[in-house]
């Protein structure tokens, strides 16, 4: 099972695969921004930056998604509630690991659910894979006047 914040791709067959990833953000009535809050963002190990140059030439880059590529690493900044980013190749037998981040208001569950779906050149599944990143409700965000009797944040009612 992947850790927290993780999603594994793997070449489980001795020739490259298509990887096809989808990206689902909760809750959608707070959907992720561009450039501002929520920030949720997934950097995936892309050397050669193949990946990137994919994923750019799809028509929501920009719209839903943005990208950037830095030190072979490509990062995918979600501004829509669900993301399908366009078919790649992982290299046979390889193994590498995607990480997310999921930063929003506090006191606000936000989750990001990763899949990825790898196909042989025949079309058939060869391995699935899953991955989940969430802020929890830890912090709760206090409505306006609950802060106390005296007006001043902190204080005691």
């Given amino acids: 099972m992947p850790c927290g914040c993780e999603l594994w791709l793997r070449s489980p067959i001795a020739s490259p695969v298509q ?11 707070d959907p992720p921004s561009l450039d501002a809050s929520p920030d949720v963002e997934v950097k995936f190990p892309d050397p050669d930056a193949s990946w990137y140059r994919a994923w750019a030439n799809q028509t929501e880059a920009g719209t839903s998604f943005t ?4 030190q072979g690493v490509t990062s995918v900044r ?8 366009a078919p ?5 037998c390889a193994r590498l690991t995607a990480t997310a981040s999921v930063n929003g208001p506090w006191g606000t569950r936000l989750q990001l659910a990763m899949h990825a779906t790898m196909t042989d050149s025949s079309g058939h599944v060869v391995m699935t894979s899953m991955g989940t990143c969430e802020q929890p409700a830890l912090h709760p965000t206090f ?9 001043e944040a902190g204080a005691p009612k």
């Fill in 143 to 151: 409505a306006v006047g609950d802060a106390g009797a005296s007006g």
């Fill in 88 to 92: 790649v190749t992982l290299p046979a």
């Fill in 19 to 29: 990887t096809n990833i989808l990206l689902e953000y909760q809750p959608t009535t």
């Fill in 67 to 70: 990208l950037s590529h830095e």
């Fill in 78 to 85: 979600l501004g829509a509630d669900q993301v399908s980013l």
